[in-house]
């Protein structure tokens, strides 16, 4: 009976103080999303209009409805000619093939290595498996300055410098997070499932992908996201290692309008900003509900 009270207060007063979280993550919300907020808006502006207006829907007095249809039809001209000229000085659409294909091909190959990576370590108990997870996570620990400048190095004697070869290298600097995780998840995963599979006649291989593979698809949809956002917005490393005279990604197209003598044109690299942001917003969207259940999972289970 003291327990159902205690249960009740605690009830109460977690519904009494849910408005004040609910406040707080709310106003943390709003502060989050302005800037890409700003930026939309900026990427309908003239140039002038952009320093002088930053945080301003209107940049003009409107005295009646018809200065006020003037004045939109005027910002939407002018998003669109911003958006034209930023398409044709980047050459987006070659850029945005080139972001996409590194993207998938280096989440692609970075789900598959890193998970079976991660099922060996946790079944296979040797110093081997022991000093593999340990150098996983090192990696997590290494700034990316440190080896950068070797990085590069060796990425030019291997002919890495191509949209394939630096997937390759993203393999590699993604591998820590993503054995962490799968390692953490494969651990709640009973052996019995894997033996009964062994004596149905499965083999490894078979186990792996028929069995653990898609018990695997939570915390895999979690390292696809996080691994995505970082490879589609990276920009430090396809500088290094890609021959950027012949493959440019959409962050190093965009950092290409800026002209000489510190000259930018802001209204077209607020309109690539835009299209750059948007595939991601929208893959996390369709995503997102994978996220907490995917981190947890390997957070938690083992």
Request: charged share 10%; net charge positive.
């Amino acid at each position: 009976m003291a327990k159902n009270k205690k249960e009740e207060v605690s009830t109460v007063r977690t519904a009494k103080h849910g408005w004040i979280l609910t406040l707080i993550f709310g106003i943390l919300s709003v502060v989050w999303i302005l800037p890409i907020l700003i930026v939309l808006l900026n990427s309908f502006k003239r140039k002038a209009f952009i320093f002088r207006y930053p945080f301003g829907i209107s940049t003009a007095k409107l005295s009646d409805g018809w200065d006020a249809f003037r004045s939109g039809m005027s910002q939407l001209f002018c998003g669109m000619l911003n958006y034209t000229n930023g398409l044709r000085a980047t050459n987006f659409w070659d850029c945005f093939g080139n972001s996409l294909f590194i993207t998938i091909g280096s989440v692609a190959l970075i789900i598959l290595c890193c998970s079976m990576c991660a099922w060996y370590i946790v079944r296979v108990h040797t110093t081997g498996t022991k000093i593999m997870y340990t150098l996983c996570l090192f990696s997590m620990i290494v700034p990316f300055q440190m080896v950068m400048f070797t990085l590069s190095k060796f990425a030019n004697m291997l002919h890495l410098s191509n949209p394939l070869g630096i997937i390759i290298v993203y393999l590699g600097f993604g591998a820590g997070l993503a054995v962490f995780m799968f390692t953490g998840f494969v651990k709640g995963i009973s052996i019995e499932i894997e033996e009964a599979a062994v004596i149905d006649g499965c083999s490894p291989l078979q186990t792996f992908f028929l069995v653990v593979f898609p018990i695997l698809r939570p915390t895999a949809v979690t390292v696809a996201i996080l691994e995505a956002m970082w490879v589609w917005n990276d920009y430090l490393l396809p500088s290094l290692v890609l021959n950027i005279n012949k493959y440019k990604t959409i962050p190093i197209a965009i950092q290409y309008l800026k002209q000489s003598h510190g000259m930018i044109d802001w209204g077209a690299m607020m309109a690539m900003l835009v299209l750059a942001i948007l595939p991601i917003v929208i893959f996390y969207i369709f995503c997102q509900k994978y996220i907490i259940e995917g981190v947890l999972a390997g957070a938690v289970k083992g």
